[in-house]
């Protein structure tokens, strides 16, 4: 695997039709575990930078004032812990069901996804000035290519043969993940500032 832009971006757009080959070019780089951990927060800052770009660009609706969606920074915050939640769950849940895949593996799957999704960001920026349409379509895109990489990442990182069982059990864990981040973001008071339906009238 080489380390110049084009072949990256040739690469990123190769996840897509062939993810599980992609992903072993990916899964087979060899770096110190400290490395990975500052790549994987370069990618975080890039990701809430543009979030903060996107706020600039396109203020926030009033109501949201104080909320989470109406704080970039305070998201970015949240988005980075669940990513850290989420390569706990690629190893340790892929171990649990009898997975080979190794530490610093699920930490490159969360990077590789990161990067795709940074691009992919900035796309939805710029076409946001002139497309609104097509920026909020390819921002659903955005979403569906992370649940791509993740689950045909995992299972080839794992040994697994079924893709589709392992976006099964991704389903499970983040909507089990959702509701614990949910409680704990009530808890902090993170969704204070939002208008509730009585005060909107």
Same mark, same amino acid.
């Given at each position: 695997?080489?380390?110049?832009?084009?072949?990256l971006?040739?690469?990123?757009?190769q996840?897509?039709?062939e993810?599980?080959?992609?992903?072993?070019?990916?899964?087979?780089?060899?770096f110190?575990?400290?490395?990975?951990?500052?790549?994987?927060?370069?990618?975080?800052?890039?990701?809430?930078?543009?979030?903060v770009?996107?706020?600039?660009?396109?203020?926030?609706?009033?109501?949201?004032?104080?909320?989470?969606?109406?704080?970039?920074?305070?998201?970015?915050?949240?988005?980075?812990?669940? !990513?850290?939640?989420?390569?706990f769950?690629?190893?340790?849940v892929?171990?649990?069901?009898?997975?080979h895949?190794?530490?610093?593996?699920?930490?490159?799957?969360?990077?590789?996804?990161?990067?795709?999704?940074?691009?992919?960001?900035?796309?939805?920026?710029?076409?946001?000035?002139?497309?609104?349409?097509?920026?909020?379509?390819?921002?659903?895109?955005?979403?569906?290519?992370?649940?791509?990489?993740?689950?045909?990442?995992?299972?080839?990182?794992?040994?697994?043969?079924?893709?589709?069982?392992?976006?099964?059990?991704?389903?499970v864990?983040?909507?089990?993940?959702?509701?614990v !981040?949910?409680?704990?973001?009530?808890?902090?008071?993170?969704?204070?500032?939002?208008?509730?339906?009585?005060?909107?009238?």
């Open positions: 695997m080489r380390f110049e832009p084009g072949y971006l040739g690469m990123a757009l996840t897509i039709p993810p599980r080959k992609v992903a072993r070019d990916v899964l087979s780089l060899d110190p575990r400290a490395a990975l951990w500052q790549a994987f927060a370069l990618f975080a800052v890039l990701s809430t930078g543009l979030n770009a996107s706020v600039i660009l396109f203020p926030p609706d009033p109501m949201l004032a104080g909320s989470l969606l109406g704080d970039p920074l305070r998201m970015g915050m949240v988005q980075t812990a669940s !990513l850290v939640i989420t390569v769950l690629i190893y340790w892929g171990r649990a069901f009898g997975g895949g190794t530490f610093p593996q699920a930490i490159l799957t969360v990077i590789w996804m990161q990067y795709v999704g940074v691009m992919l960001q900035l796309v939805v920026l710029v076409l946001a000035l002139f497309a609104p349409g097509l920026a909020a379509l390819v921002a659903l895109f955005s979403a569906g290519v992370s649940f791509w990489i993740v689950t045909h990442f995992t299972a080839e990182m794992h040994g697994f043969r079924s893709a589709g069982l392992v976006f099964a059990t991704i389903v864990l983040l909507l089990g993940l959702g509701v !981040l949910g409680i704990a973001l009530a808890l902090i008071g993170a969704g204070a500032g939002v208008l509730s339906p009585m005060q909107m009238r």
